[in-house]
């Protein structure tokens, strides 16, 4: 099982509506997590950092399940430009200081 | 938010080229700098960890004498491709941290540098 996954998507959604994606992580020690933003050709972009139950801002919100082990990105009415790639990021519990990415999930909004 | 500056944002070279990469950290003291590199329509991939001061401890595969790694200070890390050849050509990304330590923080990442290698 790998660390962290994520549906690759895409997920198609029109403007307006409220979409979520989950991230599974297999080891429950894990406490800080990432979402960033990635558009094409572009860094990556934090959108928010979670080390308890959740995190909000303005339209985003994530959400920590520990005992199911993944974490929920909500958009809620959704805008053209949150058309993206969104990738979930943990730290490494390996002993190792690195991080671990999800593969990411494509989010396109459609008009 | 944090800002992380990387330079430069391309670079068009011919093959055997040296090609060096800038990694500055604007507004906080970057303990631990990370380098990536990221091909079409792939996620990124952890080339090598660099810590202020010491020796870069680099990813199973990478050649730590083609890319070498510099962190001689707590704001700068510096990437060089020696000898570039095409396959080098991609798009690398540094990013800074404060280092390890709970809670964790997240990384920033600096605006990458697009490679092309003809």
């Known amino acids: 099982r790998k660390e962290v996954e994520q549906d690759p998507g895409p997920f198609n959604v029109p403007e307006g509506a409220t979409v979520a994606f989950n991230c599974t992580y297999s080891?429950?020690?894990?406490?800080?997590f990432f979402w960033y933003r990635q558009d094409c050709r572009k860094e990556p972009k934090l959108l928010m950092s979670v080390y308890s139950s959740g995190n909000e801002d303005g339209r985003f919100t994530a959400q920590l399940n520990r005992a199911s082990q993944y974490i929920s990105l909500l958009i809620r009415d959704s805008k053209l430009s949150d058309s993206a790639t969104y990738l979930c990021?943990?730290?490494?519990?390996?002993?190792?200081?690195?991080?671990?990415f999800g593969t990411g999930t494509r989010l396109k909004v459609l008009a | 938010g944090a800002v992380v500056s990387q330079h430069p944002s391309r670079v068009i070279c011919k093959s055997g080229t040296s090609v060096k990469i800038e990694c500055r950290s604007l507004d906080f003291q970057a303990t631990t700098m990370f380098w990536y590199r990221q091909f079409p329509k792939q996620s990124l991939m952890l080339m090598a960890t660099?810590?202020?001061?010491?020796?870069?401890?680099?990813e199973q595969g990478v050649e730590k004498d083609k890319f070498l790694i510099n962190h001689a200070s707590l704001t700068l890390s510096t990437l060089t491709v020696t000898s570039a050849h095409p396959e080098d050509s991609s798009f690398y990304i540094c990013s800074a941290t404060r280092g390890p330590g709970q809670p964790y923080q997240p990384q920033h990442f600096g605006d990458g540098t697009r490679l092309s290698i003809l």
């Open positions: 080891n429950s020690a894990s406490q800080s």
């Open positions: 660099s810590n202020e001061g010491s020796k870069a401890t680099y």
């Open positions: 990021v943990t730290p490494s519990l390996s002993g190792t200081y690195k991080y671990i």
